[in-house]
């Protein structure tokens, strides 16, 4: 697309643009100017990297007492919130809003996501989505990919017959599937939670590495080589199954249970969720806990009975004084990857074919329909064809998203990749929406799952491990929920004085 055409799209970014990782408001009005302004959507990670920095904080006295200090609202802090129905509880979140990872935003009246994109009907999520009142919506639909400009249907069942490349390569594909569905994951698990799964690739064309490592980049943060083969050949058996699988979200995705957790825990205790509160400092005590926290200008201390951590490992291992060198050291082992979700929003129907389509070898690994589950509703009408572009990036690639400049470099090579992806993508949208995380996404590397996470969420004493990375063995909101009731169990049993069980922690 020439750069001329580009000036007259608008790249969009939300309200809190403000409160972003460090924005330079000066090109924002300079682009405002242009009537091209990008809309950047970030966490805000300011404090977090001084912390990080090892910037020191004075402990101020303590300013209020609670039962219980949760750090963190995504899911898993809202659900422990939620299970400590008969709890005095403070929550403290340093973003402007609810949700981490599973926050979902609006455009005119559309919901899109920002992350987290569906759930699974066997998974404890989907009850715990129903006792809070959301019922969950079938998804109905098996993942399509968009392969040298063609749209494949169904691309692990009758996809296979219709796979643009040689015969042989298509063998080789349907080959693979027969090879993964054979394997028994009960008996083999350990073994091959262990194993990359490149292991399992390394005979088969380089064609079903490109699709595998779009697929588990976008779900576990991690290309073939990097990821556990169980997890591969667990969700490949999913969706390469004689069932289509029981996939469910809401429009948006799963940023439908934050705002629903949110609401409900405003209603319940009014003064309990603090957003724009940044964790600094957590010191254990003998009879209690110290959370210190940044809050607007403010520094403030509480001290707590118990405190829950639902915070990414890579945050807590920084902000817990005296916390075990193993421990710490399990917990820095955990790798995240950057990712952007770019939203690109049309004025008329563009692609519809699919809620979830493969696009190997692009920018972007997979694109999902923003409005997918309500589309055949009674009276629906499209006003706007949402779709997500699941960007996650390499490790190494990171500082793009530091900068503004870097993002819209990162949204503006999406658009131009989706405009050649298929004939008839080459379409301008009404606005483009980048919303960038710096370290969202746990990689589900090799040994993890058996022997880092058993250490990562040992209790210390008062203070107890939630978050989706203590538990895996990939990134999931069911995994942030599990985790939740988890470390809410640990806490009362140690307020009521039961003992904790001997784990034996796993050496590695
Ligand atoms: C792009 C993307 C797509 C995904 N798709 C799916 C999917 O389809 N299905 C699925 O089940 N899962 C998906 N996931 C994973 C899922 O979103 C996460 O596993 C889940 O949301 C994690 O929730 P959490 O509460 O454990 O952690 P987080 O969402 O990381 O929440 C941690 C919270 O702690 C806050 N915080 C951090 N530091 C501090 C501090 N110092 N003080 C106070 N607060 C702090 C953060 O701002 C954040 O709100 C996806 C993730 C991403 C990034």
């Not at 970014?13 to 972003?20: R, W």
């Not at 996501?113 to 009850?127: C, H, I, K, W």
């Not at 074919?353 to 009408?381: E, L, M, Q």
């Amino acid at each position: 697309m020439s750069a001329n055409r580009r000036d007259f799209i608008k790249f969009v970014v939300a309200g809190s643009i403000a409160a972003g990782c460090p924005i330079d408001l000066s090109l924002l009005s300079a682009e405002t100017s242009r009537t091209n302004h990008v809309l950047l959507d970030s966490e805000d990670n300011r404090i977090c990297h001084e912390v990080r920095d090892g910037k020191h904080f004075k402990i101020p006295p303590v300013a209020a007492r609670h039962d219980v200090v949760i750090v963190g609202g995504g899911v898993s802090g809202l659900s422990a919130a939620y299970f400590l129905k008969d709890y005095d509880f403070l929550l403290l979140e340093k973003e402007p809003h609810f949700g981490g990872n599973a926050y979902l935003m609006d455009y005119r009246g559309v919901s899109y996501g920002t992350g987290s994109a569906f759930l699974v009907r066997d998974e404890d999520a989907f009850g715990f989505s129903q006792e809070i009142g959301l019922e969950p919506l079938a998804i109905n639909n098996r993942d399509g990919s968009i392969i040298k400009g063609e749209w494949i249907a169904d691309t692990w069942t009758d996809g296979l017959d219709h796979l643009p490349y040689s015969a042989s390569i298509r063998d080789s594909f349907k080959k693979f599937k027969k090879q993964m569905l054979a394997i028994d994951l009960e008996k083999r698990g350990e073994e091959l939670f262990n194993l990359p799964f490149s292991s399992l690739l390394k005979e088969y064309p380089q064609e079903l590495t490109r699709w595998w490592d779009a697929y588990g980049r976008s779900n576990w943060g991690a290309t073939a080589t990097d990821t556990a083969a169980a997890l591969a050949i667990s969700d490949l058996q999913e969706i390469a199954g004689e069932e289509i699988p029981g996939f469910y979200t809401w429009p948006g995705g799963l940023g439908a249970i934050s705002q629903k957790l949110a609401e409900i825990l405003e209603a319940r205790a009014a003064g309990s969720l603090q957003s724009g509160a940044t964790t600094v400092a957590v010191t254990a005590r003998r009879s209690d806990v110290l959370v210190t926290y940044i809050q607007g200008q403010e520094i403030k201390t509480v001290a707590a009975k118990s405190v829950i951590m639902a915070t990414p490992k890579l945050i807590t291992s920084r902000i817990i004084e005296h916390l075990s060198e193993t421990q710490r050291q399990a917990m820095r082992q955990i790798r995240y990857i950057p990712y952007a979700v770019v939203n690109l929003i049309f004025d008329r129907p563009v692609f519809n074919k699919g809620y979830d389509t493969w696009c190997p070898g692009n920018t972007f690994t997979d694109i999902v329909v923003a409005d997918w589950v309500v589309r055949n509703g009674a009276g629906y009408r499209q006003k706007y064809n949402i779709l997500s572009c699941y960007t996650p990036m390499r490790e190494v690639d990171r500082f793009k998203l530091l900068s503004d400049d870097g993002a819209r470099q990162v949204a503006a090579n999406v658009l131009t990749d989706f405009q050649k992806l298929f004939p008839g993508s080459n379409v301008d949208p009404v606005e483009v929406h980048i919303f960038r995380r710096g370290h969202p996404l746990y990689m589900s590397t090799p040994g993890l799952y058996t022997k880092v996470q058993p250490i990562v969420r040992q209790p210390m004493d008062r203070i107890f491990f939630a978050n989706t990375d203590s538990e895996g063995p990939e990134s999931t909101t069911n995994a942030a929920i599990l985790a939740a009731r988890r470390a809410v169990k640990e806490m009362k049993n140690r307020l009521a004085g039961v003992p904790a069980p001997k784990t034996a922690m796993l050496v590695y």
